[in-house]
């Protein structure tokens, strides 16, 4: 079975959307805890796979879900006790007073049922959203993804504001006024939003920004905006598909390490370490309201065997530290990455939080302009070629993204900080 010969199937039988990373096809087969393996068993490290949030195949998330699959799996519309104490386990974690779970399989399912919900509960219809946003699929949260289509399309409900990108927005790190200033443009975009006919329903915050980054705001930028929306009668959603379950090092979730307590949060990627389960959960009163006028049922979402997998997820977390690990290990790949930006003019900025940076890849330290995509996707192969996996993000495609799973160990960190190393000096020659 050679490569050629898959993608000329791929391309015979599935549609054009689906693409490569790097130059040459990864084809992987298997793999076990931050490690996978491609045909040819060679091994690589994983820097990118959040999803398998626990490492890949996790024994005691695969033998869960395999004795609740050979057991029962049937949907929400039963008693069970499974799903139940999923539920309970969340909100056990959950932030301020969300106390209310709905079980989707998505995350763009849990965002669109978010902003149902907001529109519902506010009356309102107006949406706000980071530029180059990205929040799901669904004919909703597409409009509220700015990264997937052209600006002309966007709907008049939709305000869009500045990322704060402290070091490629328009003002920067070393600006101590930088908060309030992207805090004043998302003002602006609010009034226009106000004289286009629309007051917020709610703003829809990705608290990592993770298609522009990922960033670290300001805190008085996020406190700031959850307040400005509030006061015009919007609530705040906060996305954390990204920046939840722990991968910020410093708590379950990144709202709690910006202090403020959202309305609805949506969870989904990391919940099951591979197995689609995500999350909209928020309080009760807003769930009430909601409920007395809408029904929601998910066919697939919190079925038994899925809840069996999120509660063994949840578990092997908290049972193996990993909350500990992703601000230690963290902390030591961060330190690297910080000493790489030393040796390498390319490396514009290192951003992130515990397992979560991104290395944005400029042409010219001078003007920041950014590396472009094929360079990008070439930086991408020659790390592979080193035995390392990382993706990349950004506004332009210009951020070198590592984000694995969160048993990522030290040793793993130095095989990627000096894959990172040898592709860049390889890259400068
Ligand atoms: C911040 C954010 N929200 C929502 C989604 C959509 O989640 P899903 O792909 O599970 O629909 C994604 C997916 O990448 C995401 O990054």
Sequence with gaps: MNEQNLLARRKAALGPTYQNFYDEPLHLVRGAGTSLWDVNDRQYIDCYNNVVSVGHCHPRVVEALCKQAATLNTHTRYLHAGIIELGEM???????????????????????????IARHVTGNQGMVVTEASYHGVSELTRRLSTDSYPPQDRPDWLAVIEPPNLYRGPYHRDDTQAGKKYL????????NLEQRGH???????????????????PDEYVLGLCEEVRKRGGIVIADEVQSGYCRSGKDWWTCNVYGFKPDILTCGKPMGAGHPLALMATTREIADDYSQTYHYFNT???NPVSAAVGKAVIEVIEDEGLLQNAASTGAYLESGLRELAENHACIGDVQGRGL?????????????KPM?????????SLI??????????????????????????????DVTLNAIDVALTRLAR
């Design 184 to 191: 004043e443009l998302a003002r602006q975009e609010l009034d």
């Design 300 to 302: 697939f979402g919190g």
């Design 199 to 217: 007051k917020p329903a709610a703003v829809m915050i990705d608290l990592v920004w993770d298609s522009n980054g990922p960033l670290v705001a």
């Design 384 to 413: 592979v070629e080193q035995g390392v996996i990382t993706g990349t993000s950004g506004r332009y495609g210009q951020v070198l993204k590592l984000r694995p799973p969160l048993p990522f160990s030290r040793s793993d960190a």
């Design 372 to 380: 472009s995509e094929a360079q990008m996707r070439h930086l991408g």
């Design 356 to 368: 979560f940076w991104g290395l944005d890849m400029v042409t010219d330290p001078a003007t920041r």
């Design 90 to 116: 969340l909100v056990e974690r959950l932030p301020g007073d969300i106390d209310t779970c709905i079980f989707t399989c998505t995350g763009s399912e849990a965002n669109d049922l978010a902003t149902q």
